[in-house]
């Protein structure tokens, strides 16, 4: 298992979990960005820059995921790639992404896209709080526990 991370737009808080956890487990963690990114100096976490542009570390995510891999992101349509590809995907609010939910998570995102795009104002989501932090850091502590016990 490794973990990808769609890293512009993921916070900082949710940075420090994965790499307390890349250094507790020795799980590679892989940070994908448009612009290089400081991380700790590990062995088991590296940063990948690629090009600017639309999608560009989606893209290079969704070539780079094995069945397995864990990617953290909130973009909707790159967890439905991913899902694809027998991977696991979990948003920086630690929603677990599957392949029940996201069928309709891709609706609800095409559904406010077409009300922003109509100039109906939608309010952006709440900032990230400790219990958001919270649900994060349990769903990967989950899915790390279930790799090292070979499940």
């Known amino acids: 298992m490794k973990i990808w991370v769609d890293a512009d737009a993921c ?3 949710i940075k ?3 790499f307390r956890a890349a250094e507790r487990t020795g799980v590679q963690l892989t940070l994908v960005a448009n612009k290089y990114l400081r991380v700790p100096s590990s062995a ?24 397995g891999d864990l990617v953290v992101t909130s973009d909707i349509p790159l967890a439905a790639e991913v899902i694809g590809k027998d991977g696991h995907a979990l948003s920086p609010r630690g929603e677990l992404y599957s392949s029940e939910n996201i069928g309709a998570l891709l609706n609800m995102r ?12 939608t309010s952006g989501p709440p900032a990230l709080s400790q219990r958001d932090c919270n649900e994060f850091a349990n769903h990967l502590n989950h899915l790390l526990t279930k790799h090292q016990q070979g499940q």
């Open 110 to 121: 095409d559904f406010m896209h077409t009300l922003r795009a109509s100039d109906v104002e």
């Open 44 to 67: 088991h976490i590296a940063v990948k820059v690629v090009a600017a542009g639309f999608d560009a570390a989606d893209e290079e995510i969704v070539q780079s995921v094995a069945a």
């Open 11 to 13: 916070p900082v808080a």
């Open 16 to 18: 420090e979990i994965l």
